[in-house]
């Protein structure tokens, strides 16, 4: 009886197994979310909000692309989701004024709601920093208080940034 009861079970297991396995062959795409890869212009930008459209802190690490509006295909792309440089890392200079080499980033901010910068595009985040007695603002952000004396000036690191060609894959 016992033996009867094993074999049923293992066939409605292997039963299981089977069905299971058929249906995922017919979504391939399940495993792939959020893969592509993407030539575009880079920008830079500091200051402004403290706060992303993606709703979280913006620190060093982070990008800008457009709104959804723009229909652009990176618009699309789920807040959080790490891209990385594949020509060459960018350089960021944190607080201390140490400069660094970065080639992850990640999506978690908004930018360029006219859509002039070109499909792809992003928008890197230099930080909030600026030396003791320098206004808080910066051309081409919205003026905040998001920002934080420091042995360096984010909005000047932006700017000479400038516009650079990146490509960029993900995850």
Known sequence: MGSILMRRLRKSRLMTFLVVGAWLS???????ANV???????TGYAFG??????????????VANHPPACG?????VAWGTQI??????IQLISSSGTAYS????????????????????????FGQYLFPGDVCHCP??????????ASTNSCT???????????????
């Open 26 to 32: 017919l979504f391939p795409f399940l495993g792939a």
């Open 36 to 42: 592509f890869a993407y030539d575009g212009n880079s």
């Open 49 to 62: 909000n403290a706060t992303g459209a993606s709703g979280g802190t913006l620190t060093l690490g982070y």
């Open 72 to 76: 652009d295909p990176l618009s699309n």
């Open 84 to 89: 990385t440089i594949q020509n060459g890392p």
């Open 102 to 125: 970065q080639y992850q980033f990640y999506i978690e901010d908004n930018g360029d709601p006219a859509c002039a910068e070109g499909t792809n595009w992003i928008d890197v985040y």
């Open 140 to 149: 081409g952000s919205p003026d905040g208080n998001a920002c934080e004396q």
């Open 157 to 171: 690191n932006a700017a000479n940034y400038g516009n650079h060609f990146v490509s960029y894959t993900s995850p």
